[in-house]
T-cell receptor
């Protein structure tokens, strides 16, 4: 079964450092998403991406965050200058289109720990 | 306002018994979808079941069924014949389609612990 893959599975970084989280969505999918989950809390939407541009972003997704689809397969989330409160599990997800009935599939997540 | 409400932070269930996880939602969009995901302790998000707002029948997937009560805006998940491997966090989520807003909004989750 096709799956969304994410790397790294776990990253520890110093506060203020830049982090890039990578995702390979399912190959025929058109919509891509990043979500995050702070430990013990609910899953929060960060950003959606369609047709090579951001289609929606939440208030969490401030200027420190950016997304990119540098080639036909990868979808990246960059955090420019990490803060302690960025420590969370980051999930990449994809769906084939936005129509009803189409499931959003999630990757296994990337644990980010900022120290 | 909360779009998805899961009022049960944690539940215990005996192995082989059924368990119902509550989910209520809030939307004015006539076209929406409701999803349930399972998150085991390893952290990944596993899709379980989907119900569309226009679906006439309740969704079923193996041991999972969704008790969809549209007028009450509830979409409870029923897990039948619980297994030890069902111990996990379960999230209810919703997508609203009319506004081209395709993101999922999640509830706070319910932790299920299956006892042998």
């Amino acid at each position: 079964e096709p799956e969304v893959t994410q790397t790294p599975s776990h990253q520890v970084t110093q506060m203020g450092q830049e982090v890039i989280l990578r995702c390979v969505p399912i190959s025929n999918h058109l919509y891509f998403y990043w979500y995050r989950q702070i430990l013990g809390q609910k899953v929060e939407f960060l950003v959606s991406f369609y047709n090579n541009e951001i289609s929606e972003k939440s208030e969490i997704f401030d200027d420190q965050f950016s997304v990119e689809r540098p080639d036909g397969s990868n979808f990246t989330l960059k955090i420019r200058s990490t803060k302690l409160e960025d420590s969370a599990m980051y999930f990449c997800a994809s769906s084939d289109d936005g129509r009803s009935g189409n499931t959003i599939y999630f990757g296994e997540g990337s644990w980010l720990t900022v120290v | 306002a909360q779009k998805i409400t899961q009022t049960q932070p944690g539940m215990f269930v005996q192995e082989k018994e059924a368990v119902t996880l509550d989910c209520t939602y809030d939307t004015s969009d006539p076209s929406y979808g409701l999803f349930w995901y399972k998150q085991p302790s390893s952290g990944e998000m596993i899709f379980l079941i989907y119900q569309g707002s226009y679906d006439q029948q309740n969704a079923t997937e193996g041991r999972y069924s969704l008790n969809f009560q549209k007028a009450r805006k509830s979409a409870n998940l029923v897990i039948s014949a619980s297994q030890l491997g069902d111990s996990a966090m379960y999230f209810c989520a919703m997508r609203e389609y009319s506004s081209n807003d395709y993101k999922l909004s999640f509830g706070a989750g319910t932790t299920v612990t299956v006892r042998a």
